[in-house]
T-cell receptor, first 114, second 111 residues
């Protein structure tokens, strides 16, 4: 069984400030981890993925995430928030590469204040 | 290259009515998925199809049926809609090591 916990359903930061969105996972086998972003009235877009290569993963739009096995975490960060980063962010896990049916966290809505 | 296309984009049903949500992908992916998204609950897997001709239940299959019509198309059917099925439905596809590609969703309201 696998699960994802995203701490904080809403996060608010000022433009230019650090963005930190937290994700902890539970998986009985080595996980594959993903961050997706959802803009209003749209589907989900892949930000980045961890598939057992480098533990620090860089994604699109300046986001990155670090896989920490000892902490079972995969937190998403961006050094400097932009107004266009306002969206909902989902962490997801799978341990079955063939099926690829992801288990999603409940999401974190990021608000960026001017 | 359209990716994953869902129809309709919006639908309102009365309790007990039936409908089929359509999904098609043009990326030649083997696997297709149906998720529902509800506030505060993320996305939950309803059904998936690992390859043409196969379907399997996900986390929340009750009240739904699916058909993998061919490699491109994967439809979701509500035989007797209930208010609890009010949600946003997303179709996705993937292949081998590729991440999931999502459609833009169908917003369904059941009154």
């Amino acid at each position: 069984a696998q699960s994802v916990t995203q701490l904080g359903s809403h996060v608010s930061v000022s433009e230019g400030a650090l963005v930190l969105l937290r994700c902890n996972y539970s998986s009985s086998v080595p996980p594959y981890l993903f961050w997706y972003v959802q803009y209003p009235n749209q589907g989900l877009q892949l930000l980045l993925k961890y598939t057992s290569a480098a533990t620090l993963v860089k994604g699109i739009n300046g986001f990155e995430a670090e896989f920490k096995k000892s902490e079972t975490s995969f937190h998403l960060t961006k050094p400097s928030a932009h107004m266009s980063d306002a969206a909902e962010y989902f962490c997801a896990v799978t341990s079955d590469t063939g099926r690829r049916a992801l288990t999603f966290g409940s999401g974190t809505r990021l608000q960026v204040q001017p | 290259n359209a990716g994953v296309t869902q129809n309709p984009k919006f639908q309102v049903l009365k309790t007990g009515q039936s409908m089929t949500l359509q999904c098609a992908q043009d990326m030649n992916h083997n696997s297709m998925y149906w998720y529902r998204q509800d506030p505060g609950m993320g996305l939950r897997l309803i059904y998936y199809s690992a390859s043409e001709g196969t379907t399997d239940k996900g986390e929340v299959p009750n009240g739904y049926n699916v058909s993998r019509l061919n490699k491109r198309e994967f439809s979701l059917r509500l035989e007797s809609a209930a208010p609890s099925q009010t949600s946003v439905y997303f179709c996705a596809s993937s292949d081998g090591g590729s991440p999931l590609h999502f459609g833009n969703g169908t917003r369904l309201t059941v009154t």
